[in-house]
């Protein structure tokens, strides 16, 4: 019987996949996360990504509540979103696109211009 000494190299032992649809949902989950507060009637974020080698490209699509401050909280999805991807699936995120489907008035709100 002979003994094995060499040791395979971790790269070298195999790889580890991690598919397209989970990183989607990650990307969801930390886009429902970091928007402010969600439209009571609103759908859930939606991600697509497109993932090559350690790289994901992300799409983003939600709606969000009117009156609100779009820009930061694109800007906060954005950044959710790519640390989440990064830290959960161990990817790099050079580019998350986000795109406002439908504004949600609040209860109550009206449209600027109207009287009442």
Same mark, same amino acid.
């Given at each position: 019987?002979?003994?094995?000494?060499?040791?395979?190299?971790?790269? &070298?032992? &195999?790889? /580890?996949?991690?598919?397209?649809?989970?990183?989607? #949902?990650?990307?969801?989950?930390?886009? #429902?996360?970091?928007?402010?507060?969600?439209? #009571?009637? *609103?759908?859930?974020?939606?991600?697509?990504?497109? =993932?090559?080698?350690? /790289?994901?490209?992300?799409?983003?699509?939600?709606?969000? &509540?009117?009156?609100?401050?779009?820009?930061?909280?694109? *800007?906060?999805? $954005? $950044?959710?979103?790519?640390?989440?991807?990064?830290?959960?699936? *161990?990817?790099? =995120?050079?580019? =998350?696109?986000?795109?406002?489907? $439908?504004?949600?008035?609040?209860?109550?709100?009206?449209?600027? &211009? $109207?009287?009442?």
């Amino acid at each position: 019987m002979t003994a094995v000494t060499d040791q395979v190299a971790a790269a &070298g032992r &195999g790889e /580890t996949r991690i598919a397209d649809r989970v990183v989607a #949902k990650i990307a969801a989950q930390a886009a #429902k996360e970091a928007v402010d507060e969600p439209p #009571k009637d *609103g759908a859930p974020p939606r991600a697509t990504v497109n =993932v090559h080698r350690d /790289t994901a490209r992300v799409r983003v699509s939600l709606e969000l &509540g009117y009156p609100s401050d779009i820009g930061r909280q694109c *800007g906060a999805v $954005r $950044r959710r979103v790519a640390e989440r991807v990064e830290a959960l699936a *161990g990817m790099e =995120v050079p580019e =998350v696109a986000v795109q406002v489907e $439908r504004l949600h008035p609040a209860a109550g709100a009206m449209p600027e &211009g $109207r009287i009442r």
